[in-house]
């Protein structure tokens, strides 16, 4: 939520601020704005809504060589100008990412200040102002920050008449970039990737001081910190969008890809699978958690973790989860999942976990990132950079992830024999055959796109499926989609089935495929537009108006199979209706805020 840039050195910064807004723009994208130093000022430019707006207002040649730049997902008061970042305090100049939750607080204690926005920031930027009147210097007050501010924060800071970028972070992320011709702070490694791959991770309560030739880290104590730099290792093209009309599109693609770099070092031979996953034998019990679609994943890992691996599997919407009352087994293990490793609710039952000391392995997508480095043990899945703020290729990474932990499960209690490895070694030609699909698809997409109603039907492992592939539709094209259980229908969403309602129904479990078919019959009957996506024909042709047929494969990888199909559905309908596909309103790819 919210992406923060900043960059001091030889080169002119507005044009390299802007670059680093717009591969941030999937964090937030309500507002944007940029200060500068011209001549010797701090001025500031900043608009309502994308970058590009701000684009329009702000001269890129402007002779300034040190600057800080935010897009914006507005927590605390509407997305305008006046509340957008950033935001001047005296001497102080500041963005900022993530919640101060005292802010009301620090209010009265600031009561010589007025206000000109409603949100937390200002108030962060008047208390760095009022600390640095009585210190007179920066690394005083960031040393001290902590002791003052409740939440979270990634802050980058500039001071009138310094020459310096200051940049703290407690709970929401921010990299500190070095080249040779600057450094840079940023909140993810996209916005810099064009001028350096190398970076410094900031952890909590750390904090930093760029000039144009130097960076001193200093940790928590306020001690310099000699940690080392990480090297980006995947390439720039990836998060790039590379000629393709959205980045949405360009990462289904990227899955068969994906998908093999994430379970490549699993699947060569068992002692392979072995060596990464050794020790989940031992749990009795397994709580799968996460938000959104990761949490749907999780429903894809309870039900092949259950069936093959006999474990007990609970599966939980993080921000349930957190607040909810659980009874634990003695041996007891806690799945974290998320793309960003940054979700405020995932890393707080995380840390609930820790504290209660439960054992925790995470999934995460983002090296270093919060979550990932938190957890007992993670498991990174290797999508490379997501762009959308719809996921697609990491959710299809992580869902790999689970079906090879119930592999390995079912293996160890003989429920499946390691043959089936071989099955997970075609997946990146299944997964490409199925994005041939596309021609068909874009037409199933012309028949639905008008619609008001968009059902989606499945059993058991279906039905997971089903939930993910209806958000993906109604977050992307804004058109209302609800995923059922197909046994639930009848006890009342059938009463909004009418002439022609699109119906997609995946029916791919043989043991219930029956007991689909006849929910189908139901809705048919109601003339319903009924699209099925099934890995064997359907002998009564009445029962379908369009069939996606895909191959029959094993149930550990049809789910990724189907899951392609349902984006590029969600995909078409959102083109279709010329909805802003990579930022859909109102989302942010990175949720930050509980
Ligand atoms: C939907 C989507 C979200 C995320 C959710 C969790 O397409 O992307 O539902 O899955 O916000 O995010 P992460 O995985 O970063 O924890």
Redesign the pocket.
């Known amino acids: 939520m919210c992406g923060i840039v900043g960059y001091i050195g030889k080169d002119k910064c507005i044009p390299k601020i802007i670059k680093g807004l717009e591969s941030l723009e999937y964090r937030g994208y309500d507002s944007a704005g940029i200060a500068y130093k011209l001549n010797n000022d701090i001025e500031i430019v900043k608009e309502e809504g994308k970058i590009v707006n701000l684009k329009e207002l702000i001269n890129k040649d402007l002779d300034s060589y040190m600057g800080i730049g935010h897009t914006r997902w507005a927590t605390h008061g509407m997305p305008c100008t006046v509340n957008s970042h950033p935001h001047k305090v005296g001497k102080i100049t500041l963005v900022h990412n993530g919640i101060i939750e005292n802010y009301e607080k620090l209010k009265k204690y600031l009561k010589e200040y007025k206000w000109q926005s409603e949100t937390d920031s200002e108030v962060v930027a008047a208390l760095i102002d009022k600390l640095y009147q009585e210190d007179n210097d920066m690394l005083k007050v960031l040393a001290k920050l902590k002791d003052y501010l409740k939440g979270s924060y990634a802050l980058g800071v500039l001071v009138d008449g310094l020459d310096m970028i200051y940049a703290i972070r407690k709970d929401s992320p921010l990299i500190i970039g070095i080249s040779e011709d600057g450094n840079y702070i940023a909140s993810d490694v996209p916005a810099i990737l064009e001028y350096t791959k190398m970076y410094y991770l900031l952890l909590n309560d750390e904090y930093a001081v760029l000039s144009k030739n130097d960076v001193t880290i200093y940790d928590k104590d306020g001690k310099i910190s000699t940690k080392s730099l990480e090297v980006f290792e995947g390439s720039i093209d990836a998060a790039m969008k590379n000629g393709y009309d959205h980045y949405m599109l360009k990462e289904i693609e990227e899955q068969p890809k994906a998908v093999m770099e994430t379970i490549n070092e699993y699947i060569n031979s068992y002692e392979a699978l072995e060596e990464k996953l050794k020790g989940l034998e031992k749990y009795e019990a397994i709580d799968i958690v996460?938000?959104?679609?990761?949490?749907h994943v999780g429903l894809v890992g309870k039900y092949l973790i259950t069936k093959y691996g006999k474990v007990e599997v609970r599966t939980d919407i993080a921000s349930e989860y957190r607040y909810t009352e659980h009874i634990y087994r003695k041996k007891h293990l806690i799945i974290l999942?998320?793309?960003?490793?940054?979700?405020a609710d995932?890393l707080a039952v995380l840390r609930k976990a820790k504290e209660m000391g439960t054992q925790t392995l995470a999934i995460v997508?983002v090296v270093g990132s919060s979550i990932a480095r938190e957890a007992d043990k993670v498991l990174y899945i290797k999508a490379g950079p997501e762009i959308a703020?719809?996921?697609t290729k990491?959710?299809l990474c992580q869902m790999m992830i689970l079906s090879l932990i119930a592999l390995y499960l079912g293996i160890k209690n003989k429920s499946l024999s390691k043959d089936v490895l071989k099955e997970y070694k075609e997946l990146d030609k299944l997964i490409s055959d199925e994005l041939e699909n596309k021609e068909k698809l874009e037409k199933i997409a012309q028949l639905i796109y008008q619609k008001k109603d968009i059902f989606y039907l499945g059993r058991k492992l279906d039905y997971a499926l089903c939930l993910e592939a209806s958000?993906?539709l109604k977050?992307v094209s804004y058109l209302h989609s609800e995923a059922y259980a197909a046994g639930e229908l009848k006890h009342g969403t059938i009463s909004l089935i009418e002439d022609k309602t699109p119906v997609i129904s995946i029916v791919t479990d043989d043991d219930i495929r029956t007991k689909t078919l006849s929910n189908i019959k139901e809705v048919k009957a109601r003339k319903a537009l009924s699209i099925i996506i099934s890995n064997r024909e359907i002998d009564d042709k009445s029962l379908y108006d369009e069939l996606i047929l895909i191959p029959k494969v094993h149930e550990l990888i049809s789910g990724a199979l189907v899951m392609v199909n349902c984006q590029l559905i969600a995909y078409y309908v959102a083109k279709l209706n010329g909805c802003d596909i990579d930022k859909p309103r109102n989302l942010a790819?990175?949720?930050t805020v509980e």
């Open positions: 996460g938000c959104g679609s990761a949490y999942i998320s793309q960003s490793g940054e979700t995932t997508n703020v719809a996921t990491a959710y958000l993906k977050e790819k990175s949720v």
